[in-house]
């Protein structure tokens, strides 16, 4: 398993970033921006759109190893909170929705690391509100043009997207090494 084949998405009700990874190769990566007048449809609008993201990379990707989606850990408030009691909810059904309610191929693992897990060693967003350091990480590691992800308000879930899926990369090949 030299080069897995990773499908990351940063769930969101207001733009999902989504990024298809093999080995050290970023293949795809975009948004979706859910629509509906209610949570329940717009939740319903992620699961069918990224679906079709799952549905149409398995057709020209073979081997899709893992469906990364990110999961919260802790609640916080207060001025540094990114969640509040208020945009809590949604988030966690978006992560529900796209965690528990996407058909994965067989034999295709779903992981669900924290923010806290996979972010260690990546740029902090703490004071960085579209998360450009993130931004400018991911495109150098992938070797991106500067603005390659797109617009500021979107490329930070791109972003966090692709270094989703770079984090189960490496977490795929040091457990592949060491026979997990």
């Given at each position: 398993m030299s080069k897995p084949l990773v499908l990351a998405f940063d769930p969101s009700t207001d733009v999902t970033g989504y990024a298809l990874v093999r080995g050290p190769d970023l293949l795809d990566a975009g948004a979706l921006r859910p629509k509906g007048d209610t949570l329940y449809a717009a939740c319903r609008w992620l699961v069918d759109h990224a679906q079709a993201?799952?549905?149409?990379?398995?057709?020209?990707?073979?081997?899709?190893?893992?469906?990364v989606v990110e999961f919260p850990q802790v609640v916080t408030y207060g001025k540094a909170a990114r969640r509040s009691a208020a945009t809590l909810p949604n988030y966690g059904v978006a992560v529900g929705a796209l965690a528990y309610g996407l058909r994965i191929p067989a034999g295709c693992r779903v992981m669900t690391p924290s923010a806290t897990e996979w972010t260690r060693g990546y740029p902090p967003t703490r004071d960085d509100r579209h998360k450009l350091a993130r931004v400018r990480y991911a495109e150098s590691i992938y070797g991106l043009a500067e603005g390659a992800l797109g617009a500021k308000t979107v490329a930070g879930n791109v972003a966090d997207a692709a270094l989703l899926a770079h984090w189960a990369v490496s977490r795929l090949v040091l457990e592949a090494r060491m026979g997990a």
């Open positions: 993201v799952i549905d149409n990379m398995a057709r020209g990707a073979e081997g899709l190893e893992a469906v």
